[in-house]
Nanobody
Framework: HLVESGGGLVQAGGSLRLSCVASGHTGSSHALAWFRQAPGQERELVAVVGWNGRNTLHAPSVKGRFTISRDSAQNALYLQMNNLKPEDTAVYYC??????????????????WGQGTQVTVSS
């Protein structure tokens, strides 16, 4: 079970921090990730972090602006988003994967999903 929070409306250049709390078996997942989906588009990977919190991958479109982190003791996942752009507008989802490889980059690699949180960036 995954529950996201922290979305909202922000002006371009602003910042937001998304949080996701994992419970049940998702707390012991091999990887946790943030995906996003804009209207009429496929769900795309934003960033993924491995079980130990040290291995990460960020999509080229967000690299240098977004940072994913994981607090295993709190079963929590975070996404710090800085210098937001209108094209970052989407519903953001956290996902849990038990894949035996890293990084799992496809949405089909993830077994559990949160309900999503809306991020809207105005120009």
């Amino acid at each position: 079970h995954l529950v996201e929070s922290g979305g909202g409306l922000v002006q371009a250049g602003g910042s937001l921090r998304l949080s996701c709390v994992a419970s049940g078996h998702t707390g012991s997942s091999h990887a946790l990730a943030w995906f996003r989906q804009a209207p009429g588009q496929e769900r795309e990977l934003v960033a993924v972090v491995g079980w130990n919190g040290r291995n990460t991958l960020h999509a080229p479109s967000v690299k240098g602006r977004f940072t994913i982190s994981r607090d295993s003791a709190q079963n929590a996942l975070y996404l710090q988003m800085n210098n937001l752009k209108p094209e970052d507008t989407a519903v953001y989802y956290c996902g849990a994967s038990f894949a035996n490889w890293f990084p799992p980059v496809r949405s089909s690699d993830y077994e559990s999903w949160g309900q999503g949180t809306q991020v809207t960036v105005s120009s």
